[in-house]
């Protein structure tokens, strides 16, 4: 089955760039996504990105994929100290669950 | 609109009991998702509903079971509960043609085995 995987955890200082990794197993997946875990919270859908796609622009949201090397990158710029969470990427592969990443947990310093 | 309500927000039960997890999903979703997140392990598939029917299962013992009501919400049932079941339980749900929009998630129930 499909197989995700990211780092763990990703530190940066406030206003600088985060980018986040995130690489796949299955070459049929057709959606993939970015979810947000708040301290205490459910996730929330940041941005997703079809499989015909290579770059998605969302304000301060940037998705990458590269489809040959099975590779999904989140860039989030000018990161901010609410920016610290944790991010999932998910990936949908057909007529089953998302699968999810087991998720990269970003420090932001002030 | 109201988002996917869960219930209750947090549980405490002793080894051996029994646990009961409520969901309601979006109006107009038909689909209910339930995931398992322990710490560390990530979002772990538990069950997939959808129009009543179980579509798909998670590598999870046949002690987690739960069901799909007319009205589309959901309860996650675990028996015989284990120390290792104390975890975070978050409830999705989608439109049928889930990967399109994505799953829309509560904010879980956090359940504590002592």
């Known amino acids: 089955g499909e197989d995700v995987e990211q780092s763990l955890f990703l530190s940066v200082r406030e206003g600088d760039s985060s980018v986040i990794n995130c690489t796949y197993t299955?070459?049929?997946?057709?959606?993939l996504y970015w979810y947000k875990q708040e301290p205490g919270a459910g996730l929330q859908l940041l941005t997703y990105?079809?499989?015909?796609?290579d770059m998605k622009q969302d304000q301060r949201l940037t998705v990458l994929l590269n489809k040959k090397d099975k590779h999904l990158s989140l860039r989030i710029a000018d990161t901010q100290t609410g920016d610290s969470a944790i991010y999932f990427c998910?990936?949908?592969?057909?007529?089953?669950?998302?699968?999810f990443g087991k998720g990269t947990r970003l420090s932001v310093i002030a | 609109e109201a988002g996917v309500t869960q219930s209750p927000t947090h549980l405490i039960k002793t080894r051996g009991q029994q646990a009961t997890l409520r969901c309601s999903p979006i109006?107009?979703?038909?689909?209910v998702y339930w995931y398992q997140q322990a710490l560390g392990l990530g979002l772990q598939f538990l069950l997939w509903?959808?129009?009543?029917?179980?579509?798909n299962r998670g590598n999870f013992p046949p002690r987690f079971s739960g069901r799909q009501f007319p009205n589309y919400s959901s309860e996650l049932n675990v028996n015989a509960l284990e120390l290792e079941d104390s975890a975070l339980y978050l409830c999705?749900?989608?439109?049928?043609?889930?990967?399109?929009?994505?799953?829309?998630f509560g904010s879980g129930t956090r359940l504590t085995v002592v």
């Open positions: 999705a749900s989608s439109i049928r043609t889930g990967g399109l929009y994505g799953y829309t």
């Open positions: 299955d070459s049929s997946s057709t959606y």
């Open positions: 990105i079809f499989s015909n796609m």
């Open positions: 998910a990936v949908y592969s057909g007529n089953t669950p998302l699968v």
């Open positions: 109006s107009g979703h038909t689909s």
């Open positions: 509903y959808d129009e009543g029917e179980e579509r």
